[in-house]
């Protein structure tokens, strides 16, 4: 409902299916109520005439009833009896024949005879309950003989006797009850007159109707008295003749006046139907209305799912499409709400007519400055279309060397195009192929008009017009861009001042090189050369000299080397490279050669000057993989070549990273000994004989977190450069005497004789001042006896003061120490150069048993040690044995101390206490 009175402002498809829906329901329901209309008056008529036909039919049965009796009283008005009654008198007549069986025969309640003179001769009547008889009274008689009732006609009969011999019969009133009343004259049984009298007979309408005719009555029919046929307030009756007609609701009667043979109104005949028919028909039309209304619903419902279908879809469209035509930008806003989209629709052509002329004049304006931009542009620009040129403006036309439009307009804009090189640069598939790859902005080269290149930079706009290509092209000469952007390469190339390769150019060739060197085997070189002194130079002559000779050097240099790569590297630094190498000796060749050339004196004004050049050498193949470390690696030689006197050095890798390492273990080491982690490992010193331990060395080993374990050759001399050996020394000697007394005092439990722990001292540590309390305070703080402690020093210790060091020794062994040369063999001195020092032990050194293996001269210088040893009362240890022949040889010699990797190599503390309790 709420809907609906909004349907002023609802859209149009739903106002048309409302509407729609509406009418029909109208029309429908109208035709109905016509319908209904009719039928029920027509059904009203029948019934009414049904009605007044029965009530005709009640009336016709007291006719009948009237009638029959009238005919009947005649049997009885010409039976002799009767006529002798009234001629002659017959008082037994009464007892013989009225009584109330022949009443009840004749279906009478009344018999009166009367004679000639209206004498009453005989009367009676039946008593209300049917049953006795009994004679008239006279009141009745007298109500019977009134003028409003019989009487008239009985003095009428009276006064003209023989006149009728035909009875008289009808109705009359008594005592206010309708009667039937038949006056038969009496005549004898041959019909002939005179008249003897006449014999009346009644009956009371009501004792028989309607009862008696009920059966045959269709409807409910009765006698009402007069008084009360009408009744106040009734509705208003039809009538048809003398027949009332009243319809009620569920009920219709007809009512019609019962007249007496004076015609007064005696009582009222009424007949009474229930409206079945007309009840029948309203359900019926209810039935109707209900099936009608379910009809019209269905094919309601039926109407809107089609006109939703095939109309509504399309009025949805419709308003979405006005509704996104609403949401485009309007110069003045749409108002749409409480709009249909008719309403709408006028409303949006208005709009677009409006903003059409606006925008007609927006592209004229936008026209005018398009074509002034256009032709005073400082780029240039081209319109092409389809590939074929269709304009351009005057800048592009004069970029290209053109001078009249004409002679391009229509061309096939390829024709513009460089002609194409080997690798297709500037095609026009290439182009093509550009533009679908989505590329707006390109460089491109164009064909002037006399057949020169313009290179140009283009900007493309599409302008895709009914599936033809097009595009409009801004065109920018990229000349001196391009000149510029090959300036800078050759600077960034080419060193400024000499015009050789510069160091970045060198270092990317010499890449390359590597990269592709793969599995080449050959070598190349390097030469670093560096101008001696050349700060000099520039100090005493200033700069401007400087560069000049940097230049001459440089010209120089080019002249001689012809088409050799020559790089200035820095200030006065330069390289040569020779990517193949024919022997080792042909850069060094060359580099004498070149410090000749540059120790030329050059001309200087009016002096002379004269430099000359280090050069560093790297000989290198396919070790190297980058440029760096080859540049790296041959300033390292430069730098070493410093120190040389030819100013010359030359440099392979190993020796380089050798160096490289170096420089690690000097940044590492001091950090490394203060964090312990140079810890010392143990080598077991063994007599052959027993085959049993006898003594341990301390070697010092270092775990590198980067380098993994460096061997104590390589990091002891760097220790010793500075003071670290002092602490190295220090820590291991600490190490081992700790682990020593551990050791022995397990031995000493087991009943074992101790080990000799060996330390190995360096020169500086034998030499310091400090060493002699260290000691000291070591072994009282292991608690190591100084008898089991065995100092090793070297005979090249000893050589540069041998007093002092004798002193010391001494010093040493009046600790209780050991003292044992090491490394006996390799030094400069005699085998006589034994007996000056007090020494216990002699280690002879592992080239000793080299040499013992190779010959009869070994073996001689061998006995020869022994022999001395043994007589100074020297223990001999061999070092270095590695295999049971040596070991067998030695022993032979009478040599059983032993050391070396033929019984165990050096080992960690754990390991070393784990093989000394295995062996418990
Ligand atoms: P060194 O004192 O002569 O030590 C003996 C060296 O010979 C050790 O080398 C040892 O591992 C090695 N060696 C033992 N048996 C064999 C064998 O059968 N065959 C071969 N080829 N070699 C064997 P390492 O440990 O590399 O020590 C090298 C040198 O470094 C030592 O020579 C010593 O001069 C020095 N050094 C080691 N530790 C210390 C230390 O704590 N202090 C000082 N000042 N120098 C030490
Ligand atoms: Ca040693
Ligand atoms: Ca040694």
Redesign the pocket.
Known sequence: MFNFFRLRDSKLSTRATWLFAGGLLVIMGGSLCVLSLFFLHSITQIEQDNISHSNQQARETISLKLNDMATRSMDWAYWDEAYQLLTQGDSEFATRNLTADSLRTNDVDLMAFLDRQGQLREAVTLSASGVDIQPLATRRWQELNASEALGGRLTFLRQRPDMDTKPISGIIALQGEPYLIAVTPVLNSLYQGPVAGWMIWGKRIRAFFPFQFQRILATDAQLLPVQLSSRPGEQTPTSVGEIEIRTHADRIQASSPLRDLNHHVVGIIQVTAKRTLHQGAQLSLLVLFVLNLLGSLLLLLLFLRLFRKHVSERFNLLENGIKQLVQANWTTQLQIEGQDEISLASKIINQLVESKQLSRLALEEIEQKFAALYDNATVGILMVHDHHILNLNDTALHMLGYEQQSELLGKPFSELFAPPSPQERYSLARFTQMLTLGHRMVEWEFVGHSGWRVPCELNLASLAHTGDPGWLITIRDITDRRNSESKIKRLSLYDNLTGLLNRHQLQALLQGDLDRRGSDTSYFALLYIDIAHFKNINDIFGHTTGDQLLREIAARLSRHLGEQILARVAGDEFVLYLPHISDFYQPMRLASRIQAWIAEPFQQEESELAVSACLGIVIGGNEFTSAEDVLRCADYALNQSKLHPRQLKLFTRRMYQEALLSTLIKRDLAHAIRNDHLI?YF?PIVDAQSGSMVGI????RWNHPEQGFI???RF?PIAEEGNL?LE??EK?LLQACHLGQQLNQHRQTQGLSPLLIH????AR?FASPSLLPKLEETLRITQLPASQLAI?ITESMLIESPRESIRRMQRIKQLGIHLAL??FGTGYSALNTLCQYPIDVVKLD?SFVLRLMEGKQGELLVRAIINMARDLGLDIIA????TQAQQQRLSALGIREI????YYR?MSPDALLALEQSSD
């Open positions: 010392a080598q060395e301390a070697l010092a061997s104590p050759g002891i050996i190295l020394g291991i330390v190995n001292l360096s540590h090793e090491d490394d592992r070092e270095g044995v590695e050391q070396g990797f033929y050096p």
